[in-house]
């Protein structure tokens, strides 16, 4: 089966946790001809075995030569992964992309069999503060996640100073070739809470073209909780780019509370005495840099044809314009004039990026169905072509009219929570390394789950953990 440590991890988290997933499918049947290739069918199956160890499994002291331990669900990875790229893979991958991935399944599954409705335990809604600051008028938007990707702030550690220390001693070593003992490292030591408090400040967004006043000037955006699920799933950012665009796991301890309230980040839209903003433009229209412009014209293109690179790589500069023309030599509109497109505003649907559709339908598919995916995700390219080739079957279905009045609610409460099972990675990327995650049983004890091997354990490391399950007290 290859790499599956990400896949077990997440699995084992969502059926041991998530009661509903596994009483809705346990319920579950479907025509014995679909089974081997049916979802649900054989998502049962692996609910059925976690839930009945003792007969799949056996102490390994008592395994016979040749007998294999546990359960491999082939079937239901070859299911998960059809048509993905990645999952369908034996190469290793990333949990949170993997829970999502499976989030889209469980949704999948809902629209077509109503009764397994069980995603939205882990569903909530983010909602987003814009303040004009010139006018003082506000824009709450709302959008809907299953996982809470909380940043880590290196610079609040409590022990910052001497871990900046020695990451230039460290530097030194490195450079004169000489040895680093594990006992002389140093890590960063960051409160969860303080993750909390990056998440949900104040943040300014220059260039706000104001629907209030018709001008450029700022705006103060601040990030909250609409909602409260029954489970919340957190992501810490251990994973970030250095300067260079080179991948680096972050090697940061977090102090993880077993308890935490989070109702001072409940969002509650328009309040008493706020004034909304005006519906209009919230973006200013994108302009060609005329540096950039200039720059290619010295390269013998034309002048249509270097504001439309400009333009399409959103003036991220010369050379990503010149990728841009190269690759649209042919279009027989490159030399015509360019037609910006105008503005967002605040209540339209977000338009997508003609580029990034083109993208897609070199993969084989419609404009429409490319234009659906990328509608789907946010404008997300790498999300869009995940989500088209999870969804074949949707691509060219009628959207269903919909209102806010009659699109069901999520769960939502109190935001006090208590830590039920975090996942682990032990390496130093996505791309390699090994999961594993702990889950705290009915009795209260952490057990450790890291592929077929289950354990009680007894100090769970949840400082080093990449997600965090909590649920509501």
């Known amino acids: 089966m290859g ?43 692996l609910i059925h075995y976690t839930q009945n160890p003792g007969k799949y499994s056996v102490d390994p002291d008592g395994l016979k030569p040749g007998q294999e331990n546990g359960v491999r669900p082939a079937l239901l990875k070859s299911i998960v992964g059809k048509g993905h790229p990645e999952f369908s893979s034996t190469r290793q991958q990333d949990a949170h992309e993997y829970l999502l991935h499976i989030i889209s399944i469980l949704e999948k599954e809902e629209r077509k069999t109503p009764s397994l409705a069980c995603s939205d335990d882990l569903c909530f809604e983010v909602e987003d503060r814009i303040q004009c600051n010139a006018s003082q008028k506000v824009l709450y938007k709302s959008r809907k996640d299953y996982c809470l990707s909380l940043p880590i702030p290196l610079d609040k550690a409590s022990n910052f100073a001497a871990a900046q220390a020695w990451e230039t001693r460290k530097s030194e070593l490195e450079a004169a070739g000489e040895k680093i003992k594990a006992e002389d490292y140093v890590k960063y030591k960051v409160s969860l809470m303080d993750c909390f408090a990056t998440f949900s400040a104040a943040e300014i967004i220059q260039d706000f073209l104001s629907p209030a ?34 991948p680096k796991k972050l090697d940061v301890l977090l102090d993880v509370p077993e ?52 333009y399409h790589t959103k003036n991220a500069g010369p050379e990503q314009a010149m990728e841009w023309i190269f690759g649209h030599m042919d279009d027989p509109d490159l030399n015509s004039p360019l037609v910006i497109e105008p503005p967002k505003t605040a209540s339209s649907e977000p338009t997508v990026s003609q580029d990034d559709v083109q993208m897609l339908c070199a993969m084989g598919f419609t404009p429409k169905q490319a234009t659906k995916a990328l509608k789907k995700c946010d404008n997300n390219l790498e999300r869009a072509a995940d989500w088209i080739f999870s969804h074949a079957d949707e691509l060219d279905q009628d959207e269903p009219e919909s209102s806010p009045s009659t699109a069901p609610s999520l769960p939502d409460g ?58 509501r007290m």
């Open 414 to 471: 109190s935001g006090r929570y208590r830590l039920r099972a975090f996942i682990s990675h032990m390496g130093s990327s996505t791309a390699c390394g090994h999961y594993v995650c702990h889950i705290r049983d009915k009795e209260g004890r952490w057990v450790l789950y890291n592929d077929e091997k289950v354990a009680l354990s007894v100090t769970p490391p949840k400082d080093m953990a990449y997600m965090y399950l909590y649920e």
């Open 259 to 310: 308890e935490i309230d989070l109702e001072h980040l409940r969002s509650s839209g328009l309040k008493p005495g706020e004034v909304e903003l005006p519906a209009g433009p919230t973006e200013a229209p994108l302009e060609p840099d005329p540096t950039i412009v200039e720059s290619l014209m010295g390269m013998g293109f034309g002048f249509e044809a270097c504001r439309k690179a400009a």
């Open 3 to 45: 790499n599956t440590c990400y896949m077990n991890s997440v699995l084992q988290v969502l059926i041991n946790c998530v009661g509903k997933i596994s009483n809705k499918y346990l319920a579950h049947s479907a025509p014995s001809a679909e089974i081997p290739t049916d979802f649900g069918a054989q998502f049962k199956n």
């Open 213 to 246: 006043t018709n001008q450029k000037g700022t705006a103060s955006k601040t990030t909250g909780l609409k909602t409260f699920p029954n489970y919340l799933m957190l992501q810490a950012r251990r994973f970030t780019l250095t300067a260079n665009w080179q």
